[in-house]
Each structure stands twice: as C-alpha cells, then as structure tokens.
C-alpha cells in the first residue's frame, strides 16, 4: 500500500485544533471548493443518526459524497472512524473508507502540541488506487498534494484566528 504524508504547525492550542477537528462541520470547512463535498449522514457507534455537531466518535460513519472540479458523476464515499485517542499533550483519530472510488484508504490525523500555543499536525493516508492498485500508488502524491496543502492552509487561516 502506498503512503502520503504531510505535517503543518498551527499557532493554536493543541485543545482547540483537536476540538475543531472533532466535528463534521470542521471536515466540511476543510474540504477544498473544488472537490463540491457534501455530507449525507452521519450515524453513531449504535447506528443512530447524528447530527452535524455530533462529536466524532470512534465507531461513527460518515456518509458522503463529492465531485471533483464538478465533473463526471458524484463519488459516493463512506469513512468509519476507527480510533480516537487524547492523552497528555497529543491526540490522533482515524478513519478508514468502508466504500467509495479507493479500494483502500486509512487516514490518520495525528495531533501534538508544541509549547503552550501551537500544535503539530500530521496526517497519514495509507491507500491503494483504483485500477492501477500498488504499482502507480506512489503517484497518488500529485492529487494529494495540492488538497492537503489547502486543508491545512485553510486549518491554520481559521484557527489562527481565534
């Protein structure tokens, strides 16, 4: 399986990058204009809908859809939380897609602060491309890339302001 990584320093506590990320409507603010992503459902660990201030939990699904730069038909996607942890000074919480266009995605999004008033985040994609599987799975970098590099571009404009 192929992997992509990317960090970025946020001038904010570690509680409240973590707290901001706990939450559907921060997925939502991330998520780059082009990609046209609108969330569907949320259901808990019980199978009960949630709704979007609904702390996300490990156990809880997301379903979703998006439409990359608004072409073609919506790519249907549904992500499980698979662990959420806080202990002192760093957090992490994963989520791996149960179906959409990727036979394989793990997300984690790792959290550690870094002095009284900034936070070191890291996410870790670990997937597998349609159709070409592991062979061009390191060039999976180049869509990745430009998304990551706006999600904490627009992570640190909204959290740095507060």
């Known amino acids: 399986m192929a992997t992509y990584q990317r960090a970025v320093r946020v001038n904010a506590p570690l509680d409240e990058v973590w707290e901001f990320h706990s939450r559907i409507d921060g997925l939502e603010a991330l998520t780059p204009d082009w990609m046209h992503l609108r969330v569907e459902g949320i259901r808990g660990p019980d199978g009960s809908k949630r709704g979007d201030d609904a702390v996300l939990e490990s156990g809880t699904a997301v379903r979703m859809s998006m439409r990359p730069f608004g072409v073609g038909p919506r790519q249907r996607w549904t992500s499980r939380i698979t662990r959420r942890e806080e202990g002192d000074g760093s957090a992490v919480f994963a989520d791996a897609m149960e179906d959409g266009p990727f ?6 999004h790792y959290f550690y602060a870094d002095g009284d008033d900034r936070t070191l985040l890291r996410d ?36 740095e302001r507060r």
């Not at 036979?103 to 984690?108: D, F, G, K």
């Not at 062979?135 to 627009?154: A, C, I, K, Q």
């Open 124 to 159: 870790r994609v670990e997937y597998r491309l349609p159709v070409v599987g592991d062979l061009l799975g390191p060039l999976g970098w180049v869509g990745f890339e430009p998304m990551f590099r706006d999600r904490h571009r627009r992570t640190r404009r909204i959290l």
């Open 103 to 108: 036979p394989e995605w793990h997300h984690t």
